[in-house]
């Protein structure tokens, strides 16, 4: 079944600066990406997704890149705030079970 | 309002006890889960229900069981709780399995298992 691995587990970056989280999937057929982030003590939600049919996408100051080829995929966060301070979770879905298989996140620290 | 909640928020337990964990979604989803986060570990699926009593073994199903006798709950059962089950606990909803449904998750559940 398919693996996802977060390359980074913590990260830190100064304020205003770009911070970029790289993650990389074993199954060619997967077609879905979505990342969450988790605040301290707090629970995941959503914050962008990417399918297979772009390689790129942007919401904001949150820019997904797809590289298939590669097998990789990343979340760039331009101009960074104290709010991004979090862990971030990539996932993919399996193509086969439909579940998301998610990475093993990555605490972003945005320093001042 | 969107929401998936969980109850209890906090639970401590004693190794050989049962745990039952609830979770509830208002927004009449197909597919639940279960799932729990560990340090290092990052989110592992426990168990999928795809309607009610239609459910399936997640990566790492043993030593829980599930219950779904309705659309808008979920729990999950620890029959004699051992210790390296301490973990935070999630609950999440999305509207189908098949389809690339966004994932809403509750707020968790602590679990401490002495």
């Known amino acids: 079944g398919e693996k996802v691995e977060q390359h980074e587990s913590t990260l830190s970056v100064r304020e205003g600066d770009s911070a970029v989280i790289n993650c990389t999937y074993t199954d060619t057929a997967s077609s879905y990406f979505p990342w969450y982030k988790q605040e301290a003590g707090k629970s995941l939600h959503f914050v962008i997704d990417i399918r297979s049919n772009v390689d790129r996408k942007q919401s904001q100051r949150l820019i997904v890149l797809l590289d298939k080829k590669a097998k990789r995929f990343s979340l760039h966060i331009t101009a960074t705030q104290p709010e991004d301070s979090a862990i971030y979770f990539c996932?993919?879905?399996?193509?086969?079970?439909?579940?998301?298989?998610f990475g093993q996140g990555t605490k972003l620290s945005i320093k001042p | 309002d969107m929401k998936v909640t969980q109850m209890p928020r906090y639970l401590i337990k004693r190794m050989g006890e049962n745990v039952l964990l609830e979770c509830g979604q208002d927004?009449?989803?197909?597919?639940m889960y279960w799932y729990r986060q560990d340090p290092g570990l990052g989110l592992q699926l426990i168990y999928i229900s795809y309607d009610v009593d239609s459910n399936s073994e997640g990566d790492i199903p043993k030593g829980y069981r599930v219950s779904r006798k309705k659309r808008e709950h979920f729990s999950l059962i620890l029959d004699s709780a051992k210790t390296n089950q301490t973990s935070v606990y999630f609950c999440?909803?999305?509207?189908?399995?098949?389809?690339?449904?966004?994932?809403?998750f509750g707020p968790g559940t602590r679990l401490l298992v002495l």
């Open positions: 996932a993919a879905r399996d193509y086969n079970q439909g579940k998301l298989i």
């Open positions: 999440a909803s999305s509207l189908s399995l098949g389809g690339q449904d966004t994932q809403y």
């Open positions: 927004m009449s989803h197909e597919t």
